[in-house]
């Protein structure tokens, strides 16, 4: 009864520690690993004492596998197979060339900068080809960089994980058992990847299935199921063939991930939750569970390996895989540089440690040691320094292009027009059969449906576009529109039309979407303006001499219901106009003016409707009038 009730204690230290190093790392805005390890280690037997994992025994082995498990599966969950068909290439060759690279460098260095025997040098290479989700995918949260290379990033770090920790198997086996056949060696790989392969994409499906037709099932029951058959698979695929487990979990994340399974995000909600807790608890165990003295045991040798990985292997090993890839210099940089290790890397050089010295052979500490070595420079290194250099680079996904808009009507044609104009790619999404045979009549991609399925709102691309905008009639429906968007996709701007309430304010405030254009923007007024012609479409540039009386002069005409601005360009950027924007010299504003002559004269002037509209600088913006003139001058004059 002691020893469980002190094992019980191990367990609630370890989660708390990791869910309190979650919370300051997030409240930080640094990577969790960082706190994870800090924690682990000064609660260990190198610090204070009171986390021992050694009284977990063979458990420790159970926990680090069933939540390797989960975590596995969630990364393969969020895997984007239409966003990795946009560099499948170069993730195929960061798989298989970019693993052999890895090995063969990695290899190379342990042996001639860290002096470790060619065997044990390998079988440290095979555990750290690996990147891990666990540390990428937060990263990614926080630097936000653009979506093609996230989604490089975070496949790399899901598919290589099964692949490294099976071929860092496949050397220990060599090595525990002399055979250095490298056909055997191979057949053995290829042979693990085949079955759990093949085991998951039948869990999966299976799984999907499910979901999908029994209706009798509650979500929670559902979230169950899957949790459930995620170990079921694991467990088979184990017995199967040792090691061909994470590959199956991989494999069943994706293949349930694409299955359009009813109430798929909530799903998605409830594996991240559990991948947050699993990796939080194992890094705790697991850095507790490491020796400092094996650490400093290292030299400099070491430190100079861990260098090399970083800085040699990594750049050729992106300079190789993405050759052909259409990815610029910045992103092949970015690349280079975010290569963080994880728990993959951790827990099975924690395991090969304890079976190394079983078999009585030298190295096994050593190894833990240099793996952990790795995380830590590596997490440091790049994951405190990944936001800057991607604003340096100039990749985060506030430089994202292309819009979603929902709502057809004649001013979201126009904003439409304007945004493909700049080479924008534009996706509108509305229920009106009628009024999306107007967009389609002005080739723009069409999605008639409701853009309260966030399934549509995924078919649209709004996960990897610069801007979101909710413009239909309803403000009420816009706001909400705009609020689930924002929490579901994140995007760099959420924008939508709706009325002006101090309560809403606050609360857009707090969920990072923006009013557009006006604050009390009556959509039908402007849409009768644009289908009777009584428009025009201008830009003007505010000038630092000019600026005080051009932007006084603008919000009078905004003021008086005669001007809306629809857009700003800023530092060659455009984006859609924020209600509460602060403009600035230099700005270049993109707006419609109200023109109030007969729609007849219009016609008979040869004027085009509103989709034709060209942008020109306009007599009534750029000159101000003179008694516009007299009146600032006396507004401005002292009062005696």
């Avoid at 090995?103 to 044990?120: D, K, T, V």
């Avoid at 895989?321 to 290569?339: D, E, I, M």
């Avoid at 010295?357 to 040691?369: C, D, L, M, Y």
């Avoid at 254009?517 to 428009?535: A, E, H, M, P, Q």
């Amino acid at each position: 009864m002691e020893a469980s009730f002190e094992m019980t204690i191990q367990m609630v230290i370890a989660v708390f520690a990791g869910i309190s190093a979650q919370v300051l790392a997030a409240y930080l805005k640094v990577p969790s690993i960082v706190f994870l390890l800090m924690f682990g280690i000064l609660l260990g037997a190198n610090g204070i004492g009171l986390l021992h994992p050694n009284m977990l025994g063979t458990g420790l082995e159970v926990i680090v596998a069933l939540a390797t498990a989960i975590i596995l599966f969630e990364g393969g969950l969020n895997l984007d197979l239409r966003e990795l068909g946009k560099v499948s290439s170069s993730l195929q060759l960061l798989v298989t060339l970019g693993t052999l690279i890895t090995l063969l460098g990695g290899s190379m260095a342990a042996h001639w900068l860290g002096e470790f025997p060619w065997p044990i040098a390998f079988l440290f290479a095979s555990l750290v080809v690996v990147t891990g989700p666990t540390v990428i995918s937060p990263l990614l949260k926080q630097v936000n960089v653009d979506r093609q290379v996230a989604t490089l990033l975070e496949g790399e770090g899901v598919l290589v994980d099964p692949v490294g920790a099976i071929l860092a198997v496949v050397v220990l086996n060599t090595i525990l058992n002399d055979r250095t056949d490298f056909v055997s060696a191979a057949s053995n790989l290829m042979m693990r990847l085949s079955i759990g392969g093949a085991i998951g994409s039948t869990g999966g499906w299976l799984m999907s299935f499910i979901c999908k037709r029994a209706k009798f099932l509650s979500f929670e029951v559902k979230n169950l199921v899957v949790l459930a058959g995620l170990w079921g698979l694991f467990a088979l695929s184990q017995m199967a063939i040792s090691e061909s487990g994470l590959m199956a979990t991989v494999v069943a994340g994706v293949v349930f991930g694409d299955s359009s399974v009813p109430e798929e995000r909530l799903l998605r909600r409830f594996k991240g939750q559990l991948t947050i807790l699993s990796v939080s608890v194992l890094f705790i165990l697991l850095a507790a569970d490491l020796s400092i003295a094996s650490l400093f045991a290292l030299g400099w040798g070491g430190i100079y390996t861990v260098l090399v990985l970083m800085f040699v292997v990594r750049p050729i090993n992106i300079l190789f895989c993405t050759w052909n890839s259409g990815l610029n210099w910045r992103q092949k940089l970015f690349l280079s540089w975010v290569a963080p290790r994880g728990i993959v890397s951790a827990s099975v050089a924690s395991l090969f440690a304890i079976l190394l010295t079983q078999r009585g052979v030298n190295g096994g500490e050593a190894i833990k040691a240099l793996v952990f070595l790795t995380i830590i420079m590596t997490v440091v290194c790049q994951g405190l320094t990944a936001g800057w250099v991607a604003r340096w680079l100039q990749i985060t996904s506030t430089e994202a292009t292309g819009a979603v808009i929902v709502g057809c009507n004649p001013l979201s044609l126009l904003i439409a027009r304007l945004f493909q104009e700049r080479g924008e790619q534009v996706v509108m999404i509305d229920t009106d059969p009628q009024r999306c045979l107007q967009a389609e009549a002005e080739n723009l991609r069409v999605i008639a449906s409701s853009a309260l399925d966030a399934g549509v709102l995924e078919e649209a691309g709004l996960a990897s576009v610069g801007t979101f905008l909710a413009i239909t009639s309803n403000g009420e429906v816009n706001f909400v529109l705009a609020q689930r968007a924002a929490e579901e996709f994140n995007p760099p701007r959420v924008l939508a039309v709706f009325p002006r309430d101090p309560q809403a304010t606050t609360t857009v405030n707090e969920n990072k979407v923006n009013q557009a254009f006006l604050s009390d923007l009556s959509i039908k007024t402007w849409n009768d303006y644009l289908n009777d012609g009584r428009v025009k479409l201008g830009t003007t540039t505010l000038s630092a001499e000019d600026f005080e009386r051009q932007q006084e002069h603008l919000q009078g005409l905004i003021g008086g219901g005669e001007l809306v601005p629809l857009f700003v360009e800023r530092d060659d950027r455009i984006q859609v106009m924020p209600a509460s924007e602060e403009w600035s010299v230099g700005d270049r504003i993109i707006y419609l003016l109200h023109d109030p002559r007969p729609s007849l004269l219009k016609r008979l002037s040869g004027s085009n409707q509103s989709t034709r509209l060209s942008l020109e600088k306009l007599s009534e913006v750029e000159e101000i009038p003179l008694t516009k003139l007299a009146q600032l001058s006396t507004s401005d004059a002292p009062t005696s």
